[in-house]
Structures are given as C-alpha cells and as structure tokens.
Nanobody, 112 residues
Framework: QVRLVESGGGLVQPGGSLRLSCAASGFTFSINAMNWYRQAPGKERELVAT????????YYADSVRGRFTISRDNAKNTVYLQMNSLKPEDTAVYYC?????WGQGTQVTVSS
C-alpha cells in the first residue's frame, strides 16, 4: 500500500534551517507530483509547495517563496523540503502528500 514517511523536523531558532525528507513507497513515485503541506495549531492545513513528477515545475505558497525549496530524487523515491530563514510563523506539523495519500507528519518548531 501507499506509504509516506516524513523525517527531519525539530526545534530550530529563528533564521535557522531544516531539511525535511519524505520517503515514499507503494506506488510509482517517478510519475507522480508530490506536495508538502503544513498545519499550525488552530489553523487549517495549507499547501506549502508542489513539485511535478520530473521536478521541472514547482509551486510555492507566497509565505515561503524565496525561503523554501522543494526537490526530489526519483532514484530514491524521496521528496525534500529545504527550509531556510525560518520564522516562528513557520511552526507547524509538516505533511508530505500524493493525491489523497498523507504521511504522519513531522513537527517543526521555530523558537528562540
């Protein structure tokens, strides 16, 4: 079955960086677009970034554009989210998704 496993979250100071990873299995990764979402406490889940199957097309939410980079390695069935210049408002649980499938999420906390 489809499995998405996120890792790489943690506690980081404002201005710091983290790289999230999402290991995928159970489907043909290389032909699927992949997404990163996040959900902060008391807020709705929001789309952060999307990458096309080949990596040639990427979308970013306005709130992260210029600070976050989505990438993928189709040989490793893994999608990444490089997060730089982190702000306290980036604190959330970050989820990897493909169509209706979701991972369990990884917590990112930005605080001094």
């Amino acid at each position: 079955q489809v499995r998405l496993v996120e890792s790489g979250g943690g506690l980081v100071q404002p201005g710091g960086s983290l790289r999230l990873s999402c290991a995928a299995s159970g489907f043909t990764f290389s032909i699927n677009a992949m997404n990163w979402y996040r959900q902060a406490p008391g807020k709705e889940r929001e789309l952060v970034a999307t990458i096309s199957s080949t990596g040639g097309s990427r979308y970013y939410a306005d709130s992260v554009r210029g600070r976050f980079t989505i990438s993928r390695d189709n040989a490793k069935n893994t999608v990444y989210l490089q997060m730089n210049s982190l702000k306290p408002e980036d604190t959330a649980v970050y989820y990897c998704s493909r169509r209706e499938n979701w991972g369990q999420g990884t917590q990112v906390t930005v605080s001094s």
